[in-house]
Structures are given as structure tokens and as C-alpha cells.
């Protein structure tokens, strides 16, 4: 028989761990390969029908991931498991199913679902515990009981009712103090305000030297601002903050190359819901002053086309830079 126990940040499948959000990789590795579907609005389910389970991910759930601090990588974006108890269709909008129920058991944190401890929900039943009743603070998994009855979930040890599994993380609280401070040691000068951005992608994200680590949910918690985040139009509050950001000279020696690219954290944190398709983080001419602070900078991968890699070889090339636009990489 089959055991499902739903932890704090992930579920126990026959004895496995498997913790949110999963990749498919990690799954395939604990329960074999999945029969594996798509839909138009680019939702991937990943079916075990001998288990009567199947796993939900998309690349549309990493933002929320990211906003959660929750985000792993673009791989890890499955949240969500399904359990075909019933062998009926749980959702209206999808045109599969398992092709077997699930049989066995479920329970959360060791127990079975209890009635007087479930909160209603528009599925049926819900059930999310708390870890710790002094701070309530519940743990990070949804167990919705799909049932528009009061049948019990349970027939013996043996779960009797479809379950919808959702990983639904608490964002934790941010310590930062984003005040811009001036450092008593001399800073870079920059002509090129994208060329700046590149280089404090390279040193904040990268390579974490560049402190403090600039997050715009927990700016906005800091400034204590309602901006619209769910943009793909640069948040100038963001925009303004890394104008301002000084970057001490110290720190030039640290960047021996420039990979842009359009899912560089940087621009996440300027327009979360960009896509990478406009010129507006491109620069095609560089000052000789504000290069010859990077005596260790020699490659650049920049957005934009040939043409506007030849004007920055210009400048480039004299200093040992080379020059190369993304999309003829590789």
C-alpha cells in the first residue's frame, strides 16, 4: 500500500523525501520515468498512473517563487502533486487523468486528516497545520481534500477521497537595511548606466561580493512601498536605487567577465515580469575611463546584435576586452 505523509516543505512517498519546489530530474530519480503531458498554457503534469499520482509544474510558477524567496532554479518549478483517489476528473480543465486510482494512505505530519482540525476551502476541506501555535506558524504545504460531502476521508487507513497538494511557502521576513551608505574608500565612476548594471550583476549576484543583496519585495517592505510589481516595466524606485548604489574600487578587480543575459537577477529586480525581448538594458559604446577601472575584465557578452559589438570593439579591443553579442554564442 502506498504512504504519502505531507511534510513542512515537501512530502514522503513510500519512504522518500521529495521537497518543494521539485524538479523532474528528482523525481524521476525516486520514482522512475513519468508519462509526461503539456498543455497550451504551459502547465507540465507528470503522470505515475501505477501510483494514481501526478505532479503539476510550469515555468509561470517561478515568479511567485521567486517573490516567496522560494526559487531555486528555472528546473525546479513542479509545486503541486494530485492524487487520483476516486478516479474521477479532479479538474475541470485538464483532458487527462491517471489511468489507475491511487491506493493508500495519507496523512500530514504523521497524522490522519481530522474533520475538526480542517478549515473549509473551495475544493472541500483543507488541512494546514500549525508548526508553532505560539507564533501560528503553519507549515508550508496545502492539503486540499477534493469532496463536496461529509463522508469520511478515510476508509480504514486507506485514503477515500481525491487530494490536491500545494506548495505554498511563507516568504520569510527581511532583516536588510537598504539606506545607501558611502564607503570611505574611493568608488567606480560610470559614463554607462547599463554597463553599471551588468557589473553589479556580476558582483551581487554572482558572485554575492557586492553587498547589501538587493531583493525588490523586501525594498519595497523597507521603503514601505505599494508598487506595482506584477510588471514587466522597470520599477523605478529599483531603477533609482542602483543609480545611487556606490561600488567601492576595491571591487573592480573581482570582475574578470560580463555574461549578460535576460534572466540575470539584476533585471528580474528592475521589471519582474520581463522578458528579455527589448533593447532596454543593451549598450553598444563604453567610455575608455570608466573600462580602464576593469583591469581584469577581458570578455563581454553583451545583448544586442553584431553591429553593436563592433562599436564596442572599438573601445575594446585597444584594452584586451573582447566583445561578443549573445545570440552568436555558441
Known sequence: MNTIDVLNSGINVNG????????????????????????????????????????????????????KKAYKDKDHNIVGVTLY?????????????CEKNYA????????????????????GYGCQPLLNSKEKKYIQV???????????????DTLAKDIIISFEPERPRSKVDYSIVMPDEECLVFDTFNFKLAVINELMYNQDVLKPYFDIYDYMAFKKGK????TDKNVKAAVNYFKELPIPV?????????????????YMNIAPEWDGRDDRFDFNTLTEAELKQFKNLKKMLIFGNDKDAEKLRKICEPLGITAEPIATVG
Open 85 to 97: 483517489v476516486t478516479g474521477e476528473s479532479v479538474y475541470d480543465f485538464k483532458d487527462t487523468k
Open 104 to 123: 493508500g494512505n495519507l496523512t500530514v505530519l504523521g497524522e490522519k486528516i481530522d474533520k475538526d482540525k480542517t478549515w473549509k476551502s473551495i475544493l
Open 16 to 67: 522518500h523525501v521529495l521537497d518543494f519546489p521539485m524538479s523532474y530530474k528528482e523525481i524521476e530519480e525516486v520514482l522512475g520515468e513519468a508519462r509526461i503531458v503539456e498543455d497550451e498554457d504551459m502547465q507540465t503534469s507528470y503522470y505515475y498512473d501505477e501510483l494514481g499520482l501526478a505532479f503539476d509544474g510550469s515555468p509561470e510558477y517561478l515568479s511567485n517563487l521567486k517573490r
Open 142 to 156: 496545502l492539503t486540499n481534500i477534493v469532496t463536496e460531502d461529509d463522508e469520511p476521508f478515510y476508509d480504514g
Open 250 to 266: 576595491s571591487l573592480a578587480d573581482f570582475v574578470t567577465e560580463i555574461n549578460m543575459d535576460g534572466a540575470d537577477e539584476i
Open 227 to 230: 508598487w506595482n510589481l506584477e
